[in-house]
């Protein structure tokens, strides 16, 4: 199966990008064409600083490649090195209606955050992402819960298109992970962890282990003491169970087990430990790689190279059914 799949680079990677993407990833490029991007030019449609770009995009690489990403069997690279996907957003942009477009809540929630300086990149956004995954004829979108909408926006551009012009795109499916498609941030457990606030709300992948267990000895709890997963009532401890769960293989139920009449300190110490060990392979990984960037960025390249040959040969083919050549 065809699959694509990005992460922008601004900000540090944590464990719930891993867990609603990179995870998926490392475990689908065994037997599945992937294609893995460094989103810089929707990174750019935020607030930034163009003096840190570059060595966030190399930071992602490593990220990527220390979670477990392989560039022997995935193509691994940076969004704006192939043109073509600016190219086909703005062909896409034809057909999507903006209505659609308004109604995103990634959009809405930006709209509202960016009230004074709204840029139209922002509303806009979901048709270059839509671009990144019908350039490559891409079956499989694994991610996050929080894209669903935007994958289910570009399945909708992808039939419109298909209807209009011929067929052309195939369409695409979402693919969430049954547990860690949402993990909730440390200290507001009703909002998604998310690599815009502020660190103590998330795990970096590549915390260190004293940092890891200040973070989740200071996470935000519930009322009450019983250890049980319910998301609504207890959205603190369910998250932490939901960590756990997937850090260490056990489903929610036998986590509840095991911390049957325990306290929330016994799960957080024990979390914090699990966290601790799950990481140590990453953070080892990304230090071997952090001294070798010629390397990454001979992997970037050549990523960018293979990306664009079937970029280019989609773009043809868009480009003849709408008569533009
Ligand atoms: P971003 O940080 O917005 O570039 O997101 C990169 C990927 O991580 C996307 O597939 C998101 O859906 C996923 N992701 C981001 N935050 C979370 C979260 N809190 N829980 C699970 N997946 C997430
Ligand atoms: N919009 C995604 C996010 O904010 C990142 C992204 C851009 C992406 N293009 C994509 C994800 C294509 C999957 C496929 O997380």
Not at 174 to 201: N, R, T, V
Not at 272 to 284: I, P
Request: net charge positive.
């Amino acid at each position: 199966m065809k699959i694509f799949s990005g992460i922008q680079p601004t900000g540090q990677i944590h464990i719930g990008n891993y867990l609603g993407a990179l995870k998926q990833w490392v475990e689908l490029q065994e037997k599945n064409e992937c294609i893995f991007c460094i989103v810089d030019l929707h990174a750019i449609a935020s607030p930034y600083d163009p003096k840190k770009l570059q060595d966030l995009i190399l930071e992602k690489a490593i990220a990527y490649m220390a979670a477990g990403v392989d560039p022997a069997k995935s193509i691994v690279f940076v969004q704006s090195e192939v043109k073509e996907h600016t190219e086909l957003a703005w062909l896409l942009n034809t057909v999507t209606p903006v209505g659609d477009l308004s109604r995103m809540t990634q959009y809405k929630e930006k709209a509202k955050k960016f009230e004074k300086n709204l840029n139209a990149g922002l509303l806009n956004y979901p048709v270059l992402m839509a671009a990144d995954i019908l350039l490559y004829k891409t079956e499989m979108v694994p991610v996050g819960e929080d894209q669903l909408q935007h994958v289910e926006l570009t399945r909708t551009i992808a039939k419109k298109f298909n209807l209009r012009f011929g067929e052309t795109f195939k369409i695409p499916e979402a693919h969430l992970p049954k547990i860690g498609a949402k993990i909730m941030s440390l200290q507001k457990p009703e909002k998604k962890m998310s690599k815009s606030d502020s660190p103590e709300s998330f795990i970096g992948l590549f915390d260190e282990p004293e940092i890891i267990r200040e973070k989740i000895s200071r996470a935000v709890t519930d009322a009450g003491k019983s250890i049980k997963y319910n998301p609504k009532l207890k959205p603190g401890i369910s998250n932490l169970l939901a960590i756990y769960s997937v850090f260490s293989g056990l489903q929610i139920k036998e986590v509840e087990k095991k911390f049957h009449g325990k306290g929330y300190a016994d799960l957080k110490k024990q979390l914090a430990a699990l966290l601790v060990l799950k990481l140590e392979t990453f953070r080892r990984k990304r230090k071997e790689l952090l001294q070798r960037e010629v390397y990454v960025k001979e992997i970037l390249k050549q990523g960018a190279k293979r990306a664009e040959v079937i970029a280019q040969s989609t773009m043809q083919d868009v480009k003849k059914k709408m008569g533009l050549i």
